[in-house]
């Protein structure tokens, strides 16, 4: 019988995955080393083709591309902190005028 040499490693991982790691790891019965051998056992056994997927653009979309580049130079772009702003605005002045349909 050959003994398989076995190495630990070290890795992060953001605190909500590992939640859900652990959720899946008692539900199953089985240890964090386990369930993260399989995923790497899967990962490593796909097609390499299939873990990253590389297309071609079509035409239309390097257009788009290039029309955004050419905003962003002019200074035509919006923060997405703005963004997410203007719409948590909206959202609330749209349940203000709910609201006030429903007192009415």
Same mark, same amino acid.
């Given at each position: %019988?050959t003994s398989?040499m076995?190495?630990?490693? #070290? *890795?992060?991982?953001?605190? @909500?995955?590992?939640? @859900?790691? &652990?959720? %899946?790891?008692?539900?199953?019965?089985?240890?964090?080393? @386990?369930?993260?051998? +399989?995923?790497?056992r899967?990962?490593?056994?796909? +097609?390499?083709?299939?873990? *990253?997927? *590389?297309? $071609?653009?079509?035409?239309?979309?390097? =257009?788009?591309l +290039?029309?955004?580049?050419a905003? #962003?130079?002019?200074?035509?772009? %919006?923060?997405?902190e =703005?963004?997410l702003n203007d719409? &948590?605005? &909206?959202?609330r002045?749209?349940?203000?005028?709910?609201?006030?349909? $429903?007192?009415e």
């Open positions: %019988m398989r076995v190495r630990s490693v #070290t *890795i992060s991982l953001p605190a @909500e995955m590992l939640e @859900e790691l &652990d959720r %899946m790891r008692k539900c199953q019965h089985r240890s964090l080393s @386990e369930l993260l051998r +399989e995923a790497f899967c990962y490593l056994s796909s +097609e390499p083709a299939r873990r *990253i997927p *590389i297309a $071609d653009p079509d035409p239309g979309e390097l =257009d788009a +290039e029309h955004g580049r905003q #962003t130079v002019r200074g035509e772009f %919006m923060l997405l =703005d963004l719409l &948590d605005a &909206d959202r002045a749209r349940r203000g005028k709910k609201s006030q349909k $429903d007192c």
